[in-house]
């Protein structure tokens, strides 16, 4: 178990951070990007999941489930980053690692509430209410996640990348399905506006 008894070192001040292993590295280094990134995600997550508890308390049930996957996701994206804050081949036999059943999962979640949506005729513009917007915030910032894992690709194990693909898919579907009676914004090409 971890355990953090004091947050400023000063340990990072020349511009150098360590990874699980204690191996320092610039705070520029790839490896960083990637599980600051996803930090990042982990945090536009949460705004949402506090948008959702911040609705009234009646009892929404797409918002109830909406805020237990992304509770889920949100251990997950920890678990994710605290792998790639390991030097490739580095994970501690201690440490557990998602598999492909998260990404199957995301999936599952995914086809479940495209049950309810009506196909797209055009892209959607990112608006709508907070949690909504905020959603494809979350959304953005996995995908720029993914590109960087996808940097190191020889470094970063497959599971990685595609549940990273996947949790993008998965914020803009969930987007969708919690856009209530104010609708989604379509995009209108040049050409027609």
């Known amino acids: 178990m971890v355990r953090i008894t004091k947050v400023h070192t000063g340990g990072g001040d020349g511009g150098e951070t360590s990874l699980v ?53 949100q251990q997950e994206l920890f678990d994710v980053g605290a792998e790639c804050a390991c030097p490739p081949g580095g994970v501690p036999k201690q440490m557990s690692i998602i598999g492909v059943e998260a990404g199957e999962r995301l999936v599952k979640e995914m086809d479940y509430m495209l049950e309810d949506l009506e196909p797209l005729s055009s892209f959607i513009l990112p608006t709508g209410t907070p949690m909504v917007a905020h959603l494809h915030m979350a959304r953005t910032i996995v995908r720029r996640a993914e590109r960087e894992a996808c940097a190191l690709r020889e470094e970063v194990r497959h599971e990685v990348i595609s549940y990273l693909n996947r949790l993008s898919d998965h914020c803009f579907v969930l987007s969708r399905w919690l856009t209530g009676e104010e609708g989604e914004t379509l995009w209108t090409p040049l050409g027609k506006r």
């Open 21 to 73: 292993d204690g191996t320092r590295v610039g705070k520029e280094h790839p490896r960083v990007a990637i599980y600051g990134t996803i930090d990042e995600a982990n945090s536009a997550i949460g705004i949402v999941r506090a948008e959702i508890n911040n609705r009234p308390k009646i009892a929404d049930n797409r918002l109830i489930e909406a805020d237990r996957m992304l509770g889920i996701i």
